[in-house]
């Protein structure tokens, strides 16, 4: 439970800060996850539920409860629901959208049931734990999450200086294991990718700032950046495209 604790603790001090990014975020996956639940059937039909696991402050369930979807956040940060009661409150129907503080741990053993479970870059969640997660939908089980980002500047870069990648979240191997998994009384994992690209541009000094303090950045591998950086400048300004690519895995119960 000590470990839980201080991943609790670690997503309260984060909050503001994830919520920041969450609204300046300029990929518009939120939006074409949800018309791609509505086009397949998947969202639950009238007075049901989804269970946004590990919802935070909102993303997919504030703008799924606008649609009229009956949502429940389960969330283990007290930090991130309150952003979200904030955001509650500003709804047309604030009914539609209920939270709880708990882990995911705690609400499987309460034995309660959802008919969908949505689960969106929930970390520490191993590709074993699925079993014990599936069984708290009576019919679907989503899995979203971001599987890769690259671009034509930082991503090579800070692959040949053995640098860490920018968005270590992004985990590819990660879905593949869970698509591994298959669920006693479910059907088979299907997947859909959503891929979206934007660009964005640096001066030379923002660029030159931004990589002097990248973690594990040497003197000796600035030495190799800046050489690098001044190849790609032009008119003394970084332009970079970043691609992005999600997926949606889905898995119904067979004996809904």
């Keep these: 439970m000590d470990r839980l604790i ?17 609204q300046a975020s300029q990929v518009p ?14 969202l639950p039909r009238h007075q049901q539920q989804l269970l946004d696991l590990g919802g935070g402050t909102g993303r997919f369930a504030v703008p799924l409860a606008k649609l009229g979807v009956q949502v429940e956040v389960a969330d283990f940060s007290a930090a991130m629901l309150a952003i979200l009661q904030q955001r509650r409150l500003e709804l047309a ?34 590709p074993a734990d699925l079993a014990a997660i599936s069984q ?3 019919a679907q089980f989503l899995i979203f999450r971001l599987v890769s980002v690259r671009d034509d500047f930082f991503t090579p870069l800070f692959h040949d200086l053995d640098l860490p990648p920018e968005r270590p979240e992004a985990d590819q191997d990660l879905l593949t294991a869970y698509q591994d998994q298959h669920l006693s009384d479910f059907t088979a994992w299907q997947a859909h990718d959503f891929n979206f690209s934007t660009s964005e541009s640096l001066t030379a000094r923002e660029a030159t700032d931004y990589l002097a303090t990248y973690p594990g950045m040497t003197t000796d591998k600035m030495v190799t950046t800046r050489q690098r950086l001044q190849t790609v400048l032009v008119n003394q300004k970084l332009t970079v495209t970043e691609h992005y690519r999600f997926r949606l895995l889905n898995t119904r119960r067979i004996s809904q």
Excluded: C, N
């Design 6 to 22: 201080e991943a609790q603790q670690d997503w309260d001090d984060f909050a503001a800060d994830y919520y920041a990014g969450e």
């Design 29 to 42: 996956y939120v939006s074409a996850v949800i018309a791609y639940l509505q086009k397949q059937h998947l």
């Design 93 to 126: 129907q604030p009914e539609r959208l209920t939270f709880r503080q708990t882990s995911w741990q705690a609400l499987v053993q309460s034995g309660q049931k959802f008919s969908v479970v949505f689960m969106s870059m929930l970390p520490a969640v191993q």
């Design 136 to 138: 708290l939908t009576t």
